[in-house]
């Protein structure tokens, strides 16, 4: 399987739908079918957008097949971490049986002070011996306690045969991580339009992008500018995109996301509780922000 051609490109971390707090998978495949008619690579299901701490198992799993039903070919990725190996690795295992592509794995937290490199180690090892499709990791420190992969520890995860790449959120940078796994067969994924650009150009083979939810055209032609060498026009939508991420994930988070995804003419929904909705004053600045930006 050639990983990397699989995983070049533009991938949206999918937001699961709410309304009055009851999730709406038919909004969710409505989504789904729309944004595959555009050059979106595929998609993250259950990730820190699709707010998958808020989801019991069973609604993860019905998640899982409303994707699998609905990616018209586009790459998956499911997020699955639980805090123990062997949970993990309980559900990757179902996540794998209903058709997911790739495994994103979100670094254990709960005890954040005893997470040091050695345990990672284990833990991460352990998780891809065990399981029959491709592990990414997954480093967002901002949504893990603190707990952030190491340079050295990404080196060693990525000599793993089936630890294949990471999606970075963390915000001290790639270029350690890059410069780290430089000769070796392991793909990093930026975790932000707002260092997309600069991530592409040091090597990162793609983007896991929250703005793509709501205006996934805009990101995929931002990547194709930035492959194909057209640096002016890559310049200039980098600016576009990162004051648009600002805007919207940059200022009110899941909710931004969901608001924007409103605005573009797809079903955000609502968050759930306790994460509280944009309000309809915000959702009208947001709007006439787009309108500014010309992106609709």
Not at 1 to 30: C, Q, Y
Request: charged residues 20%; proline residues 3%; hydrophobic residues 40%.
């Amino acid at each position: 399987m050639n990983h990397k051609l699989n995983l070049s490109g533009v991938f949206t971390p999918v937001v699961t739908p709410f309304e009055k707090d009851e999730i709406r998978l038919d909004w969710l495949a409505e989504n789904l079918q729309k944004a595959g008619e555009t050059e979106l690579k595929g998609y993250l299901a259950l990730g820190s957008n699709g707010e998958f701490m808020s989801l019991s198992e069973s609604e993860q799993l019905d998640v899982i097949k409303t994707f699998v039903v609905n990616k018209k070919g586009k790459v998956l990725m499911t997020g699955t971490a639980r805090e123990s190996v062997k949970e993990t690795i309980e559900f990757s295992k179902k996540a794998i049986e209903l058709g997911s592509d790739y495994i994103s794995v979100l670094s254990p937290h709960y005890f954040a002070k005893k997470m040091n490199d050695e345990v990672l180690y284990r833990y991460y090892s352990l998780i891809a011996d065990a399981l029959t499709v491709p592990v990414l990791l997954y480093n967002a420190p901002g949504f893990a306690s603190g707990v952030m992969l190491s340079n050295s520890l990404v080196s060693r995860l990525a000599d793993h045969p089936n630890i294949i790449g990471m999606k970075d959120s963390s915000p001290s940078g790639m270029n350690g991580y890059l410069a780290a796994v430089q000769e070796k067969d392991f793909h990093i994924l930026a975790g932000s339009a707002n260092f997309y650009y600069s991530a592409l150009s040091l090597g990162a083979v793609g983007g896991i992008i929250s703005l793509a939810n709501a205006l996934p055209e805009l990101c995929c032609d931002f990547h194709e500018a930035v492959v194909t060498g057209n640096s002016e026009l890559a310049v200039r939508e980098h600016y576009r995109i990162f004051r648009l991420n600002q805007a919207v994930s940059g200022k009110y988070g899941v909710a931004g996301v969901k608001a924007s995804m409103n605005i573009t003419g797809y079903k955000g929904g609502e968050p759930r509780q306790p994460l509280e909705a944009v309000n309809a004053e915000q959702s009208l600045e947001m709007k006439a922000f787009f309108e500014k930006m010309n992106v609709l």
